[in-house]
């Protein structure tokens, strides 16, 4: 079965940092392109990073540029979301996503976690 | 990085068709195959329901069709269901190299 699972979210005081992990299975983990994307509370879904297959180039949303960093190993089969100088606007759920096709990297998802949630709160 | 236009909300009656529009500008909607579609019930995953504009994945019910025009793209549900009721979301690949989603729209189902 094709899956993604995300872990390592939590509470954690405004400053402070949080790495975010999500482990693929079922599919050639190398070849696609990923994506995070977050839900804050009472809110739409928003973009927020994603990486090539190979992890070459990455691409992060405004809001989040300078603080966060997308990286994956291939070797693992898992994608990192480090994120630093968090603030209470970082407050959601946070997703992770498989790109549809290994020809594309900004494009559709196809297979969804069923999120970490992160809290920002002294 | 300015978010895609969609209405905040939609209601129709079981069998009756809903259409949601997806407004956005030459620099994303309007100047990409890169659109899709969402369909996402609180507390759950999101699911895809149309990428490259129209193509549908497997499992999709072909009740739900999406389509494009200029910058303005548009989901429609015919044949409504209790099921469908949930927030749709549409994105869009952008010039400036990123991802764009719209602000989302609820579907109630009366």
């Known amino acids: 079965e094709v899956q993604v699972l995300e872990s390592g979210g939590g509470l954690v005081q405004p400053g402070g940092s949080l790495r975010l992990s999500c482990a693929a299975s079922g599919f050639t983990f190398s070849s696609y392109a990923m994506t995070w994307v977050r839900q804050a509370p009472g809110k739409g879904l928003e973009w927020v990073s994603s990486i090539k297959s190979s992890g070459t180039n990455t691409y992060h949303a405004d809001s989040v540029k300078g603080r966060f960093t997308i990286s994956r190993d291939n070797s693992k089969n898992t994608l990192y979301l480090q994120m630093n100088g968090l603030t209470a606007e970082d407050t959601a759920v946070y997703y992770c996503a498989k790109v549809v096709s290994t020809t594309c990297y900004l494009c559709a998802m196809d297979v969804w976690g069923q999120g970490t949630t992160v809290t920002v709160s002294s | 990085q300015s978010a895609l236009t969609q209405p905040a909300s939609v209601s129709g009656s079981p069998g009756q068709s809903i259409t949601i529009s997806c407004t956005g500008t030459?620099?994303?909607?309007?100047?990409?195959?890169?659109v899709s579609w969402y369909q996402h019930h609180p507390g759950k995953a999101p699911k895809l329901m149309f990428y490259d504009v129209s193509d549908r994945p497997s499992g999709v019910s072909n009740r739900f069709s999406a389509s494009k025009s200029g910058n303005t793209a548009s989901l429609t549900i015919s044949g409504l269901q209790a099921e469908d009721e949930a927030d749709y979301y549409c994105t869009s690949y952008t010039s400036s190299d990123t991802l764009v989603f719209g602000g989302g729209t609820k579907l109630t189902v009366l």
């Open positions: 030459s620099s994303d909607v309007g100047g990409y195959i890169y």
